[in-house]
């Protein structure tokens, strides 16, 4: 099936499409194996040595100009090639960092060993997203290995701050403006509806992530000596993140919805058309009861409504066994996904005032900002969606579906936002591979597909007109 | 006021008491540097290796037998000197193993480097309880040096489990019960009013140390692919947690009050005489306001009053930087004290049931026990008691007071239950030295002054007939 499959699909691609693939799975399984954690600080050297290693890569794939572009946190790779004057120019995002991973938590196989086994390579990052961006630089290569040129002017921006919420992108985009100007981007770090079927992301949920820290004696105490006395920091935590959900699945935080946006019921049955079933979507989790917001399918909470997540709790003696101790201090960290048209400030102001409020006064609460992202929309009928939907249905025998993702990519909303320019989100991840999630896996056989599909998106883009793309930008801000 | 102080104390103990102290302080050192967290698996070779280091000492101290007796966990340290046939038999209990400790808790030292400052030694285990069980190794020591000999037979039982809640004693105490045969037991591991204010411990709290897990999805989950659709474990915890207490601070557990002693007004008042103040509770938790059971005050929740206090919390993410996850587990530490007449294993039934009638069912949660152990109370006219409150009153020039502490000692009501003794809990340590906080401290003026009355105690129970101690020893049990 696989070799057929692959056979027909290269038949289709542009020149170009010939090769092994070994090359490129050896040289991905080298960059998930540089365990560049954003978040965890001692990791800086790894995401830097990523970057480094990044830029190399590019350097090969023939880019004209790469640069590693050092920023406040984790430095951004920018590399271009302009050999197309007249045609469109093609910004593609992605992102080098990965989320934290511990053997412990579960992995078959050590998160940063890139094992390859029944058909997928294992890792952090594989699929999120270093799998999925490496499509890209692929396809460049063979492309200019094969044609010497590319039919579309192209620029790399690949940030090492994605899973931290990107905080230092919004700067860079600011400063420069006109030497990213593109006609639109494209990026990929969403998923199929299946490992079969393809899909284009519609949406994003946007993402609010804060610390809550709760103080209260100014030591830990032992709690022989003190059980009873003063209120501990641990249980005042639970006792507020127990009243941020009401009785109904809500967020308990008043002013939370204000601005969510309401669909019709025809808006609302054509976004989810497509959704995965509530069925679906509990087997992937390994759940057996649903839980959320009343009056909504699973698939719709996930799609069209905001949710709030406890994604870690630390107070106390973590370790194995027990400690007598009362412990000074006790940390939520939330994560909120926002939906149009909620902006994360607003939300983190009512928050902070909720949390406040709830606070009994034998403790202080404070809530640290980690980082926020907006959501976004994107036009289904921009030419460059169409452009994509082509390059999906002649590599993958099959038309994508539109999907809305309850992810967040904070570049998509900044790049409109910032640059005025709409995103095509072309995943080629799906359901299962664990992205974020203990045994984090890319399957190789839309590795492969993904880099096929790269290229004949990039070939279908060569033949659109700029005129008719600026007129489908207009018509997305319309739209949005 | 030191050396005069110390003067007057020397020129008042039994013949032994000389010596500069320089080198006891040096080996209390030593003893402080080694690791002994019975709490924590990696330090398993650290506890036997205390315990090796204190069977040396107990021998150097010149104890005719000692051994090293293993258990299914921690070694026990068993050494005996039984010279005076005729004199009654003295159990001296302390433990060998300390609390957890790391250094990002807010130490001012390394917890293990035993640093000496302003008059204390700081450590982990400085005062609870390798200083305080000390006084007595060395006391044995001074007396057999300048005597020859003791005025009473000693049994000494040093455990390395006490910290985990003694999971081995009771066997070996039901086992070795005619070895260990004595008039009663002597306990240097409770605190005094003040650092001049010695005090005798008529009462401890039990413990029960429980875990509760909560398991959601069956894997960490991307919290957006997955945010609002399942109950995340962490959530659900603090939920859970939110309500093992009502809103006018009582244990919500049903049950859990049934079999608290009730103490007619007098029995009250005598019991918490010489009870810190409210205020001073407070400042020593370094807390501004107080919290607890309503209609008691801060010194009779602590004293008379059962607690729970939330040990720890984890899930998720716990390093620095967000985590987009929703983790599969939470988990919370629970350490219930208890007060007479309450039995850990009821109490423990009681709050396994509430738990799972309170459990969504969104989720599932489960209550392992950690460890449990029956609070214990003393009769105040023991005659070991009167002999303990005349060597404080000689060494501290006052006159002991007699308090109820919040504190567990699992030996206590044990050593009761199976040898049939009393025990004298002869504290050294003082308020403010921190023990299971961080910069555990022992102030080394009390170190001395411990020694030194410990010298006193001997010589006084040397004094004491042994029908005297069993008259005591029936009272006691009809007072209990």
Redesign the interface.
Known sequence: MFSSDEAQARAEVPSGGGGTGARSIRELQEFVRIPSV????ARTVDVERCAGWLAQRLKRAGLTTVRIVPTAGHPIVVARWQGAPGKATVLIYGHYDV??ARVE??WRFPPFAAVVKDGHLYGRGASDDKGQMFTHVTAIERLLRANGTLPVNVVCLFEGEE???SPNLVPYLSRHREALAADFAVVSDT?MLSPDQPALTRSL?G?L?LELEVL?????????????????P??A???I?????DGAGRIAVPGFYDRVRRHSRSARSAIMRHAASDAS??AE???S?????SGYT?AE??AL????????????????????????R?L??L?F?LVPDQEPEEIAHLVRDYIASIT???VRSTVHG??AARPATIDPNHPAMRAAARAYARVFRRRPVLIA????IPAVSEFARILGIPTVLMGFASPGE??????EKFSLRNFHRGILTSMAFLGNLGGLRRADLRAGAQKRNAFA
């Open positions: 954003s978040a965890d600080p989320q934290p938590d579960g899973e931290i919420g998923r949920r993402q992530a209260g004696p100014s030591h830990d105490l032992h709690s022989g000596s003190f059980g009873g006395a003063v209120h501990d641990a249980q935590l639970c006792e993140v127990a009243r941020l959900h979507v509990l989790a390994g759940a009861t649903p839980w959320g917001e699973i909470r996930l409504r905001p949710s709030l997540s406890v994604t870690g709790l630390v107070s106390g003696h973590t370790g194995q066994g027990p400690k007598s101790v009362i412990p000074a006790a939520a960290k994560s996904r009994p006064p034998t980690q980082f993702s309850g992810g967040t664990a992205a974020h999630g203990p045994n």
